[in-house]
């Protein structure tokens, strides 16, 4: 589903720069046209609608867990099973623990997060998780890689711990994005405004020229709230209607 920018909202790309340009080299495209929204019907739900013109999209901002890469649960339970733990206490205890947290704004590094994690699940548990590393839709990545491949910036935002680069590294994902940023290095995270616009920084992008993708419909809200065209994720398939509507796609 599309959720728009709300009427009124003007943002810019700030006017300083960083002396880094993030993890990876940007390769700087944009397109030409503009293309208007229009009210839609699909699947019995009345998409987000407005009429007025907009900016043309040259930037696809993307999620990765939920939309590129999805977890299941059941491995989760699977791995507290083999190691005797309470069902329901391992993703808590590694992600949504103080030390988790503190770990996906970058504060704590491997190591120092390992030592504070394992007291509560044990290491064992902590390392087989750690060896899951999802599963691939590989749709949405075709997706994405249409997109790239027709001059359109795409950048992955994450809030993610140091592990999002093993899950992309085993997916084989590496030169999937222009810029890949990752909330433990950035030390910024959804749904703060400060994480979109120093994306659009370091992603040298202006916020209302950008098609954001996200599987949580209020990060998605917050984006929308500064300028992107947002798109809540559910189906690859809705993904490719809302890439084409927007020219983004054949």
Not at 46 to 73: K, N, P, R, Y
Request: proline fraction near 4%.
């Amino acid at each position: 589903m599309l959720r728009c920018p709300r009427r009124g909202v003007r943002p810019g790309r700030p006017h300083h720069q960083p002396n880094g340009s993030g993890r990876r080299q940007l390769k700087h495209r944009c397109t030409s046209g503009r293309t208007a929204l229009a009210n839609r019907l699909r699947d019995g739900v009345l998409m987000a609608t407005i009429h007025e013109e907009h900016h043309t999209i040259d930037t696809v901002v993307c999620d990765v867990g939920g939309v590129i890469i999805s977890f299941d649960e059941a491995v989760a339970s699977a791995i507290e099973a083999r190691h005797g733990l309470s069902i329901g206490t391992l993703l808590p205890a590694v992600l949504k623990s103080e030390p988790g947290m503190l770990a996906m704004r970058g504060a704590l590094d491997r190591d120092t997060w390992m030592s504070a994690v394992s007291p509560l699940v044990g290491r064992a548990a902590v390392l087989d998780w750690l060896g899951y590393h999802g599963d691939l839709n590989e749709q949405v990545v075709a997706h994405l890689k249409s997109v790239k491949n027709r001059g359109v910036k795409v950048v992955l935002l994450s809030n993610a711990t140091f592990r999002l680069w093993d899950d992309l590294e085993f997916h084989g994902l590496d030169s999937l994005a222009d810029l890949v940023l990752c909330s433990a290095d950035i030390g910024h995270v959804k749904p703060d405004p400060s994480c979109y616009q120093h994306a659009a920084i370091l992603g040298d992008f202006t916020l209302d020229r950008a098609f954001y993708v996200d599987d949580t419909p209020s990060w998605v809200d917050a984006g929308a709230a500064l300028g992107m065209l947002g798109h809540v994720f559910t189906t690859a398939e809705r993904l490719e209607q809302d890439l084409a509507t927007q020219e983004l796609l054949p």
